[in-house]
């Protein structure tokens, strides 16, 4: 039988590497420095703590026979891939944490005091889990009420004025639609946005602009049949940011999803003041995609021309979230239209679709 340092020299080599992913995570991708440096502090007292046991890292590096490893060959055909960064960082801190449990395990056959610091520097490995894997998931896409904020249908509030109360009133989401601003005042309104929403739990989505969106720190961007596909916005902003897409009839919103979408805007379900809208689904869209086994518990919207009064349609077909806009921006009270629609979203129905 070989000796406990072999596992050791192993499990150290395994928990640095995860180390080192994790902070490459949180230094580059999250500017996150003070969750750097405590990942940077496991990595040095693993060597630190090592080092005060062999005397020096030639005593571990000695033990190593990788051709004579039995366990090089045995894999997984999970370990060949991530589906996102989220899930990157989730395997390098099971590594980190299951490492450092081993290393401590046959610690404690020769030096109690040293496995007692690793036992620690696993304790700290458990909360930068904590504290980093929030940070890189993305945020929830189901929704109840988004309002579609121009500036030319606030007619009796500012448009900024509009987004504090309709964050105040509790909307789920706020999307900046704006078509015809230039580049910098589109940024400059959309981080705006971000800030006013900053710890309210109402999610920013940029319409069309995935680099606006990415740019402001926004948590989403909403895409239309004919802007960037899903793969293509996925590339600029990343794995954390969602994805919406507007989607006419029950095939799109499958293909949508099939492509990688977070949620979908579905309609257009009743005429809009906003811009001609031809190929109305109406309610019957909303029912067909509330009942669909493969869609009816998927993030979604039903947009277009929905106000106080025609919700109670959508309302009594099962509809779970809706999308609106001059409704809420023209009114003398927008945070009393979105408390009213939220209302009207929440009464049960005889349709018995949950």
């Known amino acids: 039988m070989r000796s406990a340092l072999r596992v050791i020299d192993a499990n150290t080599n395994r928990a640095r590497e995860a180390a080192r992913l994790l902070e490459d995570i949180a230094r580059f991708m999250l500017d996150d420095q003070p969750l750097c440096a405590r990942i940077k502090s496991i990595r040095h007292g693993l060597t630190e703590c090592l080092l005060d046991v062999t005397g020096d890292k030639a005593s571990l590096v000695a033990q190593r026979d990788t051709p004579g490893d039995v366990g090089?060959?045995?894999?997984?055909?999970?370990?060949?891939?991530?589906?996102?960064?989220?899930?990157?960082?989730e395997a390098a801190g099971s590594r980190l944490t299951e490492a450092l449990r081993a290393i401590e395990e046959c610690l404690k056959l020769e030096t109690p005091r040293a496995a007692a610091e690793i036992e620690r520097l696993r304790y700290e490995a458990y909360e930068v889990e904590r504290l980093l894997l929030p940070k890189l998931a993305r945020p929830?896409?189901?929704?109840?009420?988004?309002?579609?904020?121009t500036e030319s249908l606030c007619t009796h509030h500012s448009w900024?004025?509009?987004?504090?109360?309709?964050i105040n009133?509790?909307?789920?989401?706020?999307?900046l639609r704006e078509k015809d601003l230039s580049d910098e005042e589109l940024l400059n309104r959309a981080r705006q946005l971000v800030d006013f929403a900053r710890g309210t739990g109402t999610r920013i989505?940029?319409?069309?602009r995935p680099d606006i969106a990415m740019l402001s720190g926004a948590q989403g961007v909403h895409l239309g049949q004919d802007d960037l596909d899903v793969a293509d916005a996925r590339k600029i902003v990343g794995e954390h940011v969602l994805i919406g897409v507007t989607t006419p009839t029950v095939e799109h919103a499958i293909r949508a999803f099939e492509d990688g979408a977070d949620m979908v805007g579905v309609g257009p379900v009743f005429p809009s003041t906003t811009k001609p809208?031809?190929?109305?689904?109406?309610?019957?869209?909303?029912?067909e995609f509330a009942s669909h086994d493969r869609l009816r518990k998927m993030p979604y919207l039903a947009i277009s021309g929905i106000n106080t009064e025609n919700v109670l349609e959508l309302a009594?077909?099962?509809?779970?979230?809706?999308?609106v806009s001059g409704a809420v921006c023209g009114a003398e009270q927008p945070d009393e239209i979105v408390k009213a629609l939220r209302r009207s979203l929440e009464v049960p129905t005889a349709t018995g679709i949950d």
């Open 140 to 149: 929830d896409p189901h929704m109840r009420v988004c309002v579609l904020i």
């Open 205 to 208: 989505i940029i319409n069309d």
């Open 316 to 323: 009594a077909v099962g509809c779970r979230g809706i999308a």
């Open 169 to 175: 009133a509790g909307a789920d989401g706020i999307q």
């Open 72 to 89: 090089t060959s045995v894999t997984l055909d999970t370990e060949s891939l991530r589906a996102s960064v989220q899930r990157l960082a």
């Open 160 to 166: 900024q004025e509009v987004a504090r109360l309709t």
């Open 277 to 287: 809208k031809p190929g109305l689904g109406g309610v019957d869209l909303i029912r």
